[in-house]
């Protein structure tokens, strides 16, 4: 199953008020080290792999959204009295439209402001603008569209989320055949200190295990038609 459908997952039992429940960040890194071991084997096959003629650069092994679009006013956080407001879009990077490792790292950028933005509004907007694979999308969104509508009609909101993806390398891989790239590591959700109601009530989080989730990814990506495609394991 892909890997973004198992965390839609587990978004149900945090935004059902089931935090305890949620897979804490140790166990999650426990139990994906078979997962991780695959894919590190295989990113090394791949790399084993690149063309010679390719110099791909260090990205750092932290993915995370740094473009935005502010024109819908000053971005306000969130209280335990009101969500936030005039939250900012993630902004594509104009090498996203690249056949390159720098056109799919920008589209990762992009995913993980796009997951970040769906857990701050409850709109998939911003995902479905993402190069996610089609059906990647309409499985997680699916799994998860009563809990997100919760957000976006203000039933519920939380602490200013943050998605990051934590590579386990610096840079990609190039794929051994058919073209583009691979990267493992694992995606990071936060959901912030708190969560709250619009009756005033909150409740803070007070562990980080009730937060934060961590989910091992493994990012496959090709570029066909001027376009990328990617897809996660």
């Known amino acids: 199953r892909a890997a973004l ?17 949620v897979k804490p960040v140790d166990a999650a890194a426990s139990g994906s080290s078979s997962s991780s071991s695959s894919g590190s084997s295989s990113s090394s096959s791949s790399s084993a792999s690149a063309s010679p003629s390719e110099s791909i650069k260090d990205y750092g092994t932290t993915i ?18 009101h969500p936030a407001k005039n939250i900012p879009k993630p902004v594509l990077d104009d090498k996203a439209k690249e056949n390159s490792a720098d056109g799919f790292y920008a589209n990762l950028v992009f995913m993980a402001g796009a997951l970040q933005y769906l857990f701050e509004t ?31 009609d203000g039933e519920i ?44 009530t909150s409740e803070d989080y007070t562990d980080e295990k009730q937060r934060k989730t961590e989910t091992s990814v493994y990012f496959q990506g090709k570029y066909s038609d001027g376009a990328w495609q990617i897809k996660s394991f």
């Open 122 to 152: 409850g709109s998939d907007e911003m995902i479905n603008k993402s190069a996610l694979a089609q059906s990647e999308k309409d499985g997680f969104l699916k799994n998860d569209q009563s809990s997100f509508d919760r957000i976006k």
């Open 5 to 21: 459908g198992v965390v839609g997952a587990g978004s149900v039992i945090a935004l059902a008020g089931c935090a305890p429940s």
């Open 157 to 200: 909101w939380f602490g200013n989320p943050q998605v990051t993806f934590a590579m386990r390398s610096p840079r990609p891989s190039k794929a051994s055949s058919g073209g583009g790239y691979n990267w493992g590591g694992m995606m990071v959700i936060d959901l912030g200190e708190f969560r709250a109601f619009p009756d005033g």
């Open 64 to 81: 995370k959204n740094d473009k935005y679009d502010t024109s819908a006013g000053a971005f306000e956080p969130a209280t335990r009295e």
